[in-house]
C-alpha cells in the first residue's frame, strides 16, 4: 500500500509540474504578444493580472523549493544515503536550466532591440513622413487647380467659347461621350489641357437641366447641385464614385445662352453650374491613412521605446524564474525517485546486518531497480538459509567442543582421585602402619580435586547462564576507582585511572561491567608474573551517527603470544597452565550484549592495550 501511494504521488507531482510548466509558457507567450502587438493600447489591468501571476506563482514555488533544501541540509548533516545524489543532481538541472536561458534572454532581448532599431530607425521615420507630405501636397494640389480653374475664369471661357457649338450637335445617349466633331474635341481638350486628371465635366442651367456632359458617363451626377450666382466661392468636395475615390468642383458660371431654336439671338448671359470631376490615383486616400498612422506610432513609440525594451526583459526576467524553480523541483524529484528504491536497499542490508533475515523489499512494476531488488531479496532469503543451516553446524560443533573440552577437563581431576582411591585401598588392604597418614593425604587430595572440578562446572554454568544486562547509569570513574582499589597493597601492581573523566558515564549494567575490566586487569596482571603498570582511559567520541565511549586498558607486561591472537575470546583457549579459557569468552559476550565492541592490540615485550567500545545511551 505504500508503494501504491508513493506511486500515485508521484503521478500526482509531475502532473503538477507539468501543467505549472504550460501555464508559465501560456502566459509568457500571451504577455509578450500583448505587448508587441500593441505597446501602445496595452491593457494595463490584464498586465496588472499577468504581474501578479508572475510574482506569487516564483513566490510559491520558491517557498516549495525552500522546504525541498531545508530537507536536504537537514539529510546531509545526517549523512542520509543519497543525500550528495540529490545535491549534484538538482544543482545540474538548475545550471542547465540558468546557462540555457541567460544567454536566450540576451540573445532575445538584444535581437529585438536590433530589429525596433532598424525598424524605428530615423531614415524609415523620414521616408513616411516625406512621403505623407507628397501625399498630401498631391491632394492639395488637385484642390487648388481646381478652384483655380474655376477662379480665373479658364472654365467660363472654354464653356462660353465652345458650349454654343457643342449643344448643336448631336449627342451619344448610349454612351455619353463627347462626338468626335471639331468643337467637342476642343472643349474636352481645354478641360483636360488645363486638369490632366479630369474625368467628367457637367453643365446644369437654372432649371437643374443637365445642358452639357463629356467624359465617362459613370462620374455624371444625377442631380443638379444648388444653382450659385456666378462669382460665389466654387466649392471642391471629395467623393467614392464607381469605388474610386474622385474631386468634384462645383462651381456657378455665366454662359451665353444662345438658343439653337429659330429667333434665338444668343447675346443674352445665363446663370449655369459647371461641375468638373476629377480622379484620384488609385489608392491615395488608403495609402494617406496608412502613412498618417504609421507616423503617430513613430511619434508615439518614440517616447516609450526603451520603456517597452525594459518591460519585454522584465518578462521574460519574471517568467525565467519559474522555469528555473521548476527545473530545481524537477532535480528533487527525480533524486527522489531514484533514491527511494536505493535507500530501501541501504536501509533493507543495515537491517541485514544487524541480523533481521525477515527483511524484504516491495517494488513497483517497471521499477528500473526492480531486478536489483529481486536480486537482493533473493540473496537475503539464500543468507537466511545458509545462517540457518550454519547456526545449526555451529550449534552441533559447539555442543561436541563443549563436550570433549568437558571430558577433557573432568577427565583430568578424576585421575588422581582415582589412584588417591587406589592407592588408599592398597594401604587398608596391607593393613600398613602409616594408614591414617595415608588417608588424610588421600582425602586432602581428593577434596581439593574435587573442589577444582566443582570451580570448573561453576564456570561452565555461568558461560552458559549469562543473564541479560539490568541497564542503568555507571559512572566509570568511580567504577575503575573501585576495581583498581583491589591492587591498591600489592606492591607488585599499579593500576592508573587518571584517564577517565570524572562524570563519565554509560548506560550499563555496572555489576557486567565490573566483571568485564576486572577480568582485563586480572589477565593483566597474572601474564606479567611480576611488576606491572596498568593504565585505564575513556573518552566520548563520535562514531558516523553514534556516541560511544572509547576505553582502553593497557598493560606493560609481556604481550600475547602469535599464535593466540586469532583465537584469543574463544572458549577454552589460555596460556595458563590452569584455567578453562572462558575468562575472555565472557568479557566478549557481556560486551556484545552492551552493543559494544571489544578489539586488542599487542606486541611481544610491549604490552598488550585491549579497547572496549560501548554506547553512551543504549538502544531502548
Given amino acids: 500500500m505504500r508503494a501504491l501511494r508513493n506511486a500515485s504521488a508521484s503521478r500526482t507531482t509531475l502532473a503538477s509540474l507539468g501543467a505549472l510548466y504550460v501555464l508559465v509558457v501560456v502566459l509568457t507567450v500571451v504577455l509578450i504578444n500583448r505587448i508587441l502587438v500593441d505597446p501602445l493600447d496595452f491593457d494595463f489591468g490584464f498586465a496588472w493580472v499577468l504581474v501578479a501571476l508572475g510574482i506569487l506563482f516564483p513566490l510559491g514555488l520558491l517557498v516549495a523549493v525552500g522546504i525541498s533544501v531545508a530537507r536536504l541540509v537537514r539529510d546531509r548533516h545526517q549523512n542520509r544515503p543519497g543525500s550528495g545524489f540529490k545535491t549534484r543532481l538538482t544543482g545540474f538541472f538548475a545550471l542547465v536550466v540558468f546557462l540555457a536561458a541567460v544567454p536566450q534572454g540576451i540573445v532575445s532581448v538584444s535581437f529585438l532591440s536590433a530589429g525596433l532599431d532598424i525598424l524605428f530607425r530615423t531614415d524609415t521615420a ?103 450666382v456666378p462669382g460665389d466661392e466654387p466649392a471642391v ?28 439671338d444668343g447675346a443674352a448671359t445665363a446663370a449655369a453650374t459647371a461641375v468638373v470631376t476629377a480622379r484620384l490615383p488609385a489608392g491615395l486616400e488608403e495609402t494617406a491613412r496608412r502613412l498618417t498612422d504609421a507616423q503617430e506610432l513613430f511619434a508615439r513609440f518614440s517616447g516609450v521605446r526603451s520603456t517597452v525594451l525594459t518591460v519585454l526583459a522584465a518578462v521574460y526576467g519574471v517568467f525565467t524564474a519559474p522555469i528555473l524553480l521548476l527545473s530545481i523541483m524537477a532535480g528533487f524529484f527525480l533524486s527522489d525517485r531514484i533514491m527511494r528504491p536505493i535507500e530501501s536497499l541501504e536501509d533493507a542490508t543495515r537491517r541485514v546486518a544487524d541480523g533481521d533475515y525477515t527483511v524484504r523489499i516491495l517494488t513497483r512494476p517497471g521499477d528500473d531497480l526492480g531486478v536489483l531488488v529481486v536480486s537482493f531479496n533473493r540473496m537475503v532469503t539464500e543468507l537466511d538459509r545458509a545462517r540457518r543451516r550454519m547456526a545449526q553446524a555451529e550449534k552441533v560443533q559447539a555442543w561436541q567442543e563443549i563436550a570433549q573440552r568437558l571430558a577433557h577437563e573432568v577427565k583430568n581431576p578424576l585421575t588422581p582421585i582415582k589412584l588417591a582411591a587406589e592407592r588408599l585401598q592398597r594401604r587398608y588392604v596391607a593393613g600398613a602402619p602409616d594408614f591414617g597418614d595415608v ?68 548506560e550499563a549494567d555496572r555489576g557486567q561491567l565490573r566483571q568485564v575490566f576486572t577480568n582485563l586487569m586480572t589477565n593483566s596482571v597474572e601474564a606479567a608474573a611480576g611488576r606491572v603498570y596498568v593504565a585505564i582511559s575513556a573518552h566520548v567520541i563520535q562514531r558516523g551517527r553514534e556516541t560511544i565511549c572509547r576505553i582502553r586498558v593497557e598493560d606493560d607486561g609481556p604481550g ?45 615485550g610491549s604490552g598488550t592495550t585491549f579497547v572496549v567500545d560501548l554506547p553512551v545511551e543504549q538502544p531502548r
Fill in 126 to 228: 523620414r521616408a513616411i513622413r516625406d512621403g505623407l507630405g507628397i501625399t498630401l501636397d498631391y491632394y492639395e494640389n488637385e484642390v487648388h487647380d481646381l478652384r483655380v480653374f474655376a477662379a480665373d475664369g479658364s472654365l467660363t471661357e472654354i464653356l462660353n467659347r465652345n458650349l454654343d457649338e457643342v449643344l448643336s450637335e448631336p449627342t451619344d445617349a448610349g454612351s455619353g461621350a463627347a462626338p468626335a466633331s471639331a468643337p467637342a474635341s476642343a472643349l474636352w481638350n481645354e478641360v483636360n489641357r488645363r486638369i490632366p486628371t479630369a474625368a467628367a465635366i457637367q453643365v446644369f442651367d437654372a432649371a437643374g437641366a443637365e445642358l452639357l456632359f463629356r467624359g465617362a458617363r459613370v462620374f455624371a451626377r444625377s442631380a443638379a447641385p444648388p444653382l450659385g
Fill in 237 to 264: 468636395t471629395r467623393s467614392a464614385i464607381a469605388g474610386e475615390a474622385v474631386l468634384q468642383l462645383v462651381t456657378p458660371v455665366g454662359i451665353g445662352a444662345g438658343s439653337p431654336e429659330p429667333g434665338g
Fill in 439 to 506: 588417608l588424610s593425604r588421600t582425602v586432602d587430595t581428593i577434596v581439593r580435586e574435587v573442589d577444582a572440578l566443582t570451580a570448573l562446572l561453576n564456570e561452565f554454568r555461568s558461560f552458559s547462564r549469562m543473564p541479560e544486562p539490568s541497564v542503568a547509569a555507571v559512572d566509570l570513574s568511580e567504577l575503575f576507582r573501585d576495581i583498581a582499589a583491589v591492587y591498591r597493597d600489592n606492591p607488585e601492581v599499579t593500576v592508573s585511572t587518571e584517564g577517565v573523566p570524572e562524570g563519565t558515564t554509560v
Fill in 560 to 604: 600475547i603470544p602469535e599464535e593466540l591472537r586469532d583465537s584469543l575470546f574463544e572458549p577454552y583457549v589460555t596460556s595458563k597452565n590452569r584455567g578453562t579459557g572462558l575468562g575472555l569468552a565472557i568479557v566478549e559476550r557481556i560486551v556484545f550484549d552492551h552493543d559494544g565492541r571489544i578489539s586488542f592490540e599487542s606486541a611481544p
